[in-house]
């Protein structure tokens, strides 16, 4: 049934309202991370920050479950929401409780016998760290345990659009995450031993939370072991397999990659893909609440059987979410070096070429992340699955051969790029097959709009950067210019005439709000 003007109008606001929680736990996650990361990277060095790092990667191989199962379990509750079948969110929820648990104790008996193996034989950890890093690689794999049977709950706040309360949780986590921070800092010992093992105690507070969250508000969510549907199960596991390969294939692309560096070029350069990620994954965060408040919506049109309108807002999400990546992307890249120097003092090597890259990297994926969630809410995703899969598969081996060849560390970064932009043409034909999907609507109405913008955002600020001598005081001028240049540009290039009039509309009745109460 085709959404009502009253409808649109209500999803409207309700997306605003939930994207304007999600910013304000992204401004202070951001904050608060920024700061963590760089007392982290002095309290722990350069040395055991990249070790970390490794060790990160190793479980982050595994943690894509918790994200493929949670994206499905989404999936399958937003969906039944929007059917309107109350007993089939309960079965759903309980079904999805159990799987998790059981993927947990599996994926835990895969990571001591591999995880242990590569990390002891195969990683080129520095002397002396061995002990500390298998330290950190068990307290990753219980926390990463917990995080597999706490995604439902997770899932069910999304579903149920409950972003303030989502905000709110988050803020907690980073609060927890700064008195850590405090503590290694005063602490005399291993620091490296004591981090890890307080991060799993936070992951632990974290889960009861939603847990206990979820219990009073959601019916849903009372989850009794004895409910267990095998057929829901199949569906949603076969669902899962398939999302799996696409996923799996994807963060082997990125922590795989994340291992080469370490092989070929040390911790170090680990060090510098690090820091790189940390300011990306701050601004990656911010792009990330306008996809989060979109997607339940998305999903629920199509359960409804308006394919056209949900086709409209995920065409309209990925054009809002490039103009918004290049609010981030044009003083970053302009002033990268003087940017981690006021973060960190201490700038691992390469760091600022990293960062670089590692925005448009992110560009890459988000310019048709969106595409891909249309196709995970049609639901038919095993055709897709193999060929996005394997064609993000070849990341790893093409950078392998790149590596060996003698290319230099950050080439990565360009066949990551280069990869992640070609798959949507993998996803325009599956779109055309799966549903009335216009790839020409699609390139006039996000694609177009959004180069546009690419071209004339760095204009005048390229301008200014060179005109002014290098230091704090151009940081500033470029920084500012930069951000108010691509808004404008966003604002007439990258937006319709009537989504120009609405902003305009809103920006004069909120002056005259300011001016009334004064």
Not at 344 to 363: H, I
Not at 411 to 419: G, L, P, W
Request: overall charge positive; proline content about 3%; charged content about 10%.
């Amino acid at each position: 049934m085709p959404a009502t003007p009253t409808d649109i109008s209500a999803n409207n606001r309700r997306i605003a309202k939930n994207t304007l929680a999600l910013y304000f736990r992204t401004f202070i996650t951001l904050i608060v991370g920024l700061y963590t990361g760089r007392v982290m990277l002095q309290a722990l060095g350069i040395e055991d920050y990249g070790v970390q790092n490794v060790v990160g990667s190793i479980v982050a191989m595994s943690s894509l479950l918790i994200g493929t199962m949670s994206g499905a379990i989404s999936r399958y509750l937003t969906y039944n929401l929007g059917k309107g079948d109350k007993q089939v969110l309960k079965t759903t929820f309980s079904t999805s409780v159990n799987a998790q648990i059981a993927v947990a104790f599996f994926i835990s008996i895969v990571l001591e016998i591999a995880g242990v193996w590569f990390l002891n034989s195969g990683a080129n950890i520095p002397q002396g760290r061995m002990v500390a890093a298998n330290w950190v690689l068990q307290m990753s794999i219980l926390g990463l345990a917990i995080s597999l049977i706490t995604s439902p709950y997770t899932a069910a706040i999304i579903a149920h659009e409950k972003m303030t309360a989502y905000a709110y949780f988050s803020i907690i986590d980073v609060v927890f995450k700064l008195a850590i921070c405090f503590v290694i800092i005063e602490y005399d010992g291993d620091r490296l031993i004591l981090l890890s093992t307080l991060q799993v105690v936070v992951v632990l507070v974290i889960a009861m939370c939603y847990g206990v969250y979820c219990y009073r508000k959601f019916d849903e969510t009372h989850y009794s072991y004895k409910i267990f549907d095998k057929g829901l199960l199949k569906e949603i596991t076969v669902y899962s397999g398939w999302n799996l390969l696409n996923n799996g294939a994807s963060v082997f692309s990125t922590q795989g990659v994340n291992m080469l560096v370490n092989v070929f070029f040390g911790v170090t350069y680990n060090a510098s893909r690090s820091i790189a990620s940390t300011v990306n994954g701050a601004v990656q965060g911010f792009v990330q609440n306008f996809t989060t408040a979109f997607m339940p919506q998305v999903i629920k049109s199509y359960a409804a059987g308006d394919i056209g309108y949900s086709v409209k807002l995920v065409n309209n999400s990925i054009r809002f979410t490039w103009l918004m990546m290049y609010v981030f992307i044009v003083p970053i890249c302009m002033e990268a070096e003087m940017l981690l120097y006021l973060w960190l003092g201490q700038v691992p090597p390469m760091a600022a070429l990293f960062l670089r890259f590692a925005m448009f990297e992110s560009l890459a994926s988000a310019s048709g992340h969106n595409l891909m969630r249309l196709i995970q809410a049609d639901g038919r995703m095993k055709r897709y699955s193999i060929q996005a899969g394997l064609f993000v598969g070849l990341i790893f081996p093409i950078t392998w051969l790149a590596y060996y060849c003698g290319a230099p560390v950050w080439s990565a970064y360009a066949i990551y790029i280069f990869m992640f932009f070609s798959l949507n043409i993998v996803r325009f034909i599956n779109l055309k097959r799966l549903m009335p999907f216009s790839v020409i609507e699609h390139v006039k109405e996000s694609i177009a709009p959004c180069l546009l913008v690419s071209v004339t955002s760095f204009i005048v600020p390229i301008i200014v950067y060179v005109n002014m001598d290098a230091g704090i005081a151009r940081f500033f001028v470029v920084v500012m210019t930069s951000i108010m240049w691509t808004l404008i540009c966003s604002l007439y290039f990258g937006l319709t005439k009537s989504e120009r009039g609405v902003f305009f509309d809103k920006a004069k009745y909120f002056s005259l709000s300011l001016i009334a109460r004064h």
